[in-house]
């Protein structure tokens, strides 16, 4: 058993590029060892600004021995046959063929004995080949070369065991990933002015002084010298490294780190050996909002915020340099010093952009929201809000304590923000900025925090607005978004989403269900569909009436709001088929469907529920069947007259009694009640099924008993659509 161990260096690779690269260039080289033959006990890779590592252990030093068997004609097939199967199997006459018995009798069988090639002649052609098929979000040639790469490469090492394997990646070589010996044993393949080399050396960071190469005889000896000069090759040693100096800089200062993984992670990758300094700013920039001062320092620097012990933004900061030796402090004293003069910049310019936006009311600016296009097919920003605020006064009447003075307010200004200086430069700022703006400006808080909030909730892991005023413009915005791009047939398919319109519907469902709201959608769904018409330009309105009337919209934007609840609960435990069966009742107030959900599921994990889906699903095959041989429905009625045994008629009074009973259950919502109410009938149902033959030979009677049997479906089906529930 062997290692084998390969090193892609090149100049920098983007931080968002080196994770997925790495997962690839394991995944392709694997399946390709698997492909071959070549088992291998594990396999790991790696990624740093300025590499690409692969290792792999256990492999074998040669490829295992196998045997390609063909089957032939039979035994004295015809002569054409024969032919066609030497001729196929590469063989000169039958004297080079077996004969095998078989179910069938004799036949021919071709035996190609096929030995084994050692890995070291297999893996230069697999691993160019995975070179090749790593793809990137971007790519480049360099200089003359046609060979494609994120960045130009410096150096490929490649060493198996102690054996050297060199890869080639030549222009004239695409596509033909030959064994070793076809391969110009060069330390270099030149064709472009940056030739790659291939060597079995490699160096450290590139600050490092001197600048030296070493030779690893192995992944050990690699990742240790790799240490020694200065890289730390895992990018999870390197953010624990980061973590680790930012948390006891900020101790050693009296602050608190504040945590940003989402930084980390990228930070931990813009650096191969992370040096954790700390910097300062001027106190007067602390009159800026916060979120400004954090945004510049993570957006445009890259640097991590520290806050005081009492939570508010110190004006000290965390830079990762990328530091390779210890010079006695100068050096990093000079880092620091240029950050804090390139952040001094940074901050003024965006203390300026405050001070400037805050001369002009946020009411002023929603005029310009008329030169701005929120899509071609759906008007401006200016129509889009006249249609929010007509939608989130009409949600006031579903929504308790919200008044719709402060609505109107919110909805009409809560765009305005797009059009500020703060926001064009920062845009992950939007809805925040409102809220200081809004809040300059003299509007009430509660307006504000709605501006600020009804982008809300963005994601699963998003705080989801509760205030009324803010629950008001958040359901009015993503509404508007959904009925707009279904009005215009822009829906989701497959993968592609390009407006979140998912994300969308999700926010829906956690502002109602949250929020315990009883909206009846299908009727906010017409409302906001009646927006358009009323809201939008002519030349808008024709194409949206083109595409299909209010009631196939909301009807088949509530069947995607069911497939987004059936998602957003899967992680509750809640099954999608009782989702589905529920929301098949027309149910649009998503808190009772969740109530109906809740009770069904209890029911059904009753020995009673189990039973009667069992007796539902046997009464529904029934009447299917029987309706088909017939040629109609099975419907109406059945007549009391012509019960003739005892479990007829006590199964007809328990379902006349059940229906009175659950209806009064289900006008109070009490789903559970309505659930026991459906468990009475499981005695009379099972005697019913156990003593009583639904297909008789009176016609009459067997009709009778089939419409008995529709009436179980139909009784059973005012909770839920039980023919929908699995099991």
């Known amino acids: 058993m062997a290692e084998l161990l390969l090193e892609l260096r090149s100049e920098e690779i983007p931080a968002r590029m080196q994770a997925r690269a790495a997962e690839d260039l394991q995944r392709l080289v694997t399946e390709k060892l698997k492909a071959a033959k070549l088992e291998f006990a594990a396999a790991a890779a790696y990624a740093t600004p300025r590499r690409l590592a692969l290792v792999v252990k256990g492999l074998p030093r040669r490829q295992p021995d196998t045997v390609e068997e063909r089957k032939g004609p039979k035994v004295g097939a015809p002569q054409q046959a024969i032919d066609g199967f030497l ?44 070179i090749r098929d790593l793809s990137w979000p971007k790519s480049m040639r360099w200089s003359d070369g046609t060979f494609k790469w994120v960045r130009p490469l410096h150096n490929v090492m490649c060493k198996f065991g102690s054996k050297s394997l060199h890869i080639n990646l030549s222009p004239t070589s695409i596509g033909k990933a030959g064994p070793l010996n076809l391969i110009p044993p060069l330390s270099t393949i030149r064709g472009t002015d940056a030739p790659i080399g291939f060597k079995d050396a490699t160096i450290g960071n590139i600050l490092a002084a001197p600048q030296q190469e070493f030779w690893p005889e192995d992944f050990a000896e690699y990742r240790k010298l790799l240490e020694a000069n200065y890289v730390m090759l895992d990018p999870e040693k390197r953010k624990r490294a980061i973590l680790e100096q930012a948390e006891a800089l900020a101790a050693e200062a009296g602050l608190r780190f504040r945590h940003d993984p989402g930084l980390l992670d990228e930070v931990s990758r813009l650096v191969e050996w992370p040096v954790v300094l700390l910097g300062a700013f001027d106190e007067a920039f602390l009159a800026i909002p916060p979120e400004i001062l954090v945004t510049s320092m993570r957006s445009h620097q890259k640097y991590f915020a520290l806050e005081q012990p009492d939570g508010g933004l110190a004006n000290r900061f965390l830079v990762v340099a990328n530091v390779p030796a210890p010079d006695g402090g100068e050096r990093r004293a000079n880092i620091v010093t240029g950050n804090e003069r390139v952040l001094r910049a940074r901050l003024a310019d965006a203390k300026f952009f405050w001070d400037q936006d805050r001369k002009t009311p946020l009411s002023q600016r ?18 889009r809000i006249d249609r929010m605020e007509a939608l989130a006064v009409a949600l006031c009447q579903w929504i308790p304590e919200a008044d719709r003075d402060q609505v109107r307010a919110a909805a009409r200004l809560a765009k305005a923000d797009l059009v500020t200086g703060v926001v064009g430069e920062f845009p992950e700022l939007q809805g925040i900025m409102g809220r200081y703006y809004a809040l300059a400006d003299g509007e009430p808080a509660a307006v504000a925090d709605a501006i600020a909030e009804h982008y809300a909730p963005r994601g699963p892991d998003d705080r989801c607005p509760s205030a009324p005023v803010s629950v008001a413009a958040a359901l009015a915005e993503k509404l508007d978004t959904l009925v707009g791009f279904w009005a215009i047939d822009e829906k989701p398919t497959g993968s ?29 769904l017409d409302i906001a569909k009646l927006n358009f018409v009323d809201l939008v330009a002519d030349s808008i309105v024709a194409d949206l009436e083109g595409r299909g009337g209010r009631e196939e919209i909301r009807f088949d934007l509530l069947a995607f709001f069911a497939d987004r609840m059936k998602v957003a609960l899967r992680e509750k435990g809640v099954r999608h088929d009782l989702i589905a069966a529920c929301f098949a009742l027309g149910e649009d107030d998503l808190v009772r469907l969740l109530a109906r959900v809740e009770a069904l599921s209890a029911f059904l994990k009753s020995e009673d529920g189990a039973n009667l889906l069992t007796a539902y699903k046997r009464a529904a095959n029934i009447v299917r069947i029987e309706g088909k041989k017939d040629g109609k429905d099975i419907e109406g009625a059945p007549d009391r007259q012509l019960f003739v045994q005892h479990e007829e008629q006590a199964l007809w009074m328990a379902l006349d009694a059940t229906v009175a009973l659950m209806k009064t259950k289900l006008e109070h919502e009490d789903f559970k009640g309505a659930m026991c109410a459906l468990a009475a009938l499981r005695t009379p149902v099972d005697e019913f099924f156990d003593r009583i033959l639904v297909n008789a030979e009176d016609k009459k009677l067997r009709a009778n008993r089939l419409r008995l049997l529709q009436a179980i479906r139909g009784t059973m089906d005012r909770v839920a659509k039980f023919e929908l529930v699995e099991g």
Do not use: C, W
């Open 366 to 383: 929603v005029p310009q929201l008329k030169d701005i296009v929120f899509h071609a097919k759906l008007g401006t920003l200016d129509q």
């Open 496 to 524: 592609k989403d390009p407006f979140a319109l998912r994300r969308a519907a999700l926010g829906v469902i956690r502002l109602i269900v949250e929020n315990r709201l009883r909206l009846p959608m299908l009727q906010v």
């Open 87 to 130: 001729k196929a199997a590469g063989l000169k006459d039958l004297a080079e063929a077996e004969v095998r018995d078989t179910d069938k009798g004799k036949v021919y069988m071709a035996v190609r004995k096929i030995a084994g090639r050692d890995t070291s002649e297999v893996l230069p052609g697999i691993l160019e080949g995975a």
